[in-house]
């Protein structure tokens, strides 16, 4: 399963898969914070007005007990770890999370569960402080790909529109193995960042 946290990334994955939120197939959820801010936001609203059709789509998970507490125990930890000051092994900087990215990180070791996000503080960290826990992330494009290989979607010149309409909206870069696997599966070249 996968924790998509990424705002740009779940505007465009849900082009391409409106269902991906309510459907378990896609193998896709989404936390209560990232929820709101993407039916909430009025920028959101104003630049994709599509997305009014979509809100019921977006449906954020809910934990069980059992999970509500080692999230809660992972949130605490976080925190205090972000409070206390964390330097980045790789930068030399301190890495300051925001609410949002601790739920995020909370959550994604609770369940066990791969995230999207191109934040790069918010992966180092997760990378860093619960290597043996955290599972990883996946890109955009990654997660197109693995719904093709999965037969969950069938690509076609109104997904091709979708990616390019995205690759103009200054799209985090996409990993080259992506794209050279998303050619092979969608029989279209990627020509985004």
């Known amino acids: 399963m996968f924790i998509l946290c990424d705002t740009s990334s779940i505007l465009m994955l849900l082009r391409i898969a409106p269902d991906m939120f309510i459907d378990e197939r896609y193998e896709c959820k989404t936390i209560r914070v990232v929820h709101d801010e993407i039916v909430r ?102 997660m197109i790909n693995h719904w093709l290989e999965s037969g969950v979607i069938e690509w076609d010149e109104e997904k091709q529109r979708y990616i390019s309409a995205w690759m103009g909206d200054n799209e985090h870069p996409q990993p080259p193995k992506e794209k050279k696997r998303f050619r092979h599966l969608a029989g279209n070249k990627y020509t985004g960042s």
């Not at 994709?48 to 080692?70: D, G, S």
């Open 41 to 142: 936001t009025t920028k959101f609203k104003v630049k994709y007005p599509w997305m009014r059709e979509m809100r019921a789509k977006v449906k954020p998970m809910v934990l069980n007990e059992k999970q509500k507490q080692t999230e809660t125990a992972y949130w605490e930890t976080i925190h205090a770890l972000n409070n206390f000051g964390t330097v980045n092994n790789k930068t030399g900087q301190l890495i300051d999370l925001s609410w949002v990215d601790i739920g995020v990180i909370s959550h994604a070791l609770a369940l066990e569960y791969k995230i999207t996000s191109g934040d790069v503080n918010l992966l180092q960290f997760a990378r860093q402080e619960f290597k043996e826990e955290f599972r990883g992330s996946v890109s955009p494009l990654e």
